[in-house]
C-alpha cells in the first residue's frame, strides 16, 4: 500500500498562486500514473489533472488548463501541483491519488491509494 500525505494548502487572493506537494511513502508505485481531484463543499470530487508515470503525459480538466502544471520528482517521490491564476472557483480540499497502470486518468474509481487533503480557499 502506497501512503500518500498532501500538503502546501492555505488562503490565498484570487490572482495568487500556490504549490501544492504530495508525499509517497511504502511500497515502490513505479509504474503508477499520480492524480489530483479536488471537492468544493456539496459538490462531487472532480479530476482536475494527472501525470503519467515517466512524466511525459500530463492532462488537465478544461477549468484549469493553462494555469495549473503537474510534475513529478520520481527521486524524492513526490508530485507537485502548481497553481496560478487562482479563482474563487478552485477552492476546496485537494487530493493526490495514485493510479496503477490502464485505464484513463479522469476516472476517481481508477485510483486506489488517497491522501487525506488539503484545504485550498480562494479568496475574492
Known amino acids: 500500500q502506497v501512503q500518500l500525505v498532501e500538503s502546501g494548502g492555505g488562503l490565498v487572493q484570487a490572482g495568487g498562486s500556490l504549490r501544492l506537494s504530495c508525499a509517497a511513502s511504502?511500497?515502490?508505485?513505479?509504474?503508477?500514473?499520480m492524480g489530483w481531484f479536488r471537492q468544493a463543499p456539496g459538490k462531487e470530487r472532480e479530476f482536475v489533472g494527472a501525470?503519467?508515470?515517466?512524466?511525459?503525459?500530463?492532462d488537465y480538466s478544461d477549468s484549469v488548463k493553462g494555469r495549473f502544471t503537474i510534475s513529478r520528482d520520481k527521486g524524492k517521490n513526490t508530485v507537485y501541483l502548481q497553481m496560478n491564476s487562482l479563482k474563487p472557483e478552485d477552492t476546496g480540499v485537494y487530493y493526490c491519488?495514485?493510479?496503477?497502470?490502464?485505464?484513463?486518468?479522469?476516472?476517481?474509481?481508477?485510483?486506489?491509494?488517497w491522501g487525506p487533503g488539503t484545504q485550498v480557499t480562494v479568496s475574492s
Open positions: 501525470i503519467s508515470w515517466t512524466g511525459g503525459i500530463t
Open positions: 511504502g511500497r515502490t508505485f513505479s509504474g503508477y500514473a
Open positions: 491519488a495514485a493510479k496503477p497502470p490502464g485505464g484513463n486518468f479522469y476516472n476517481a474509481a481508477g485510483y486506489y491509494s
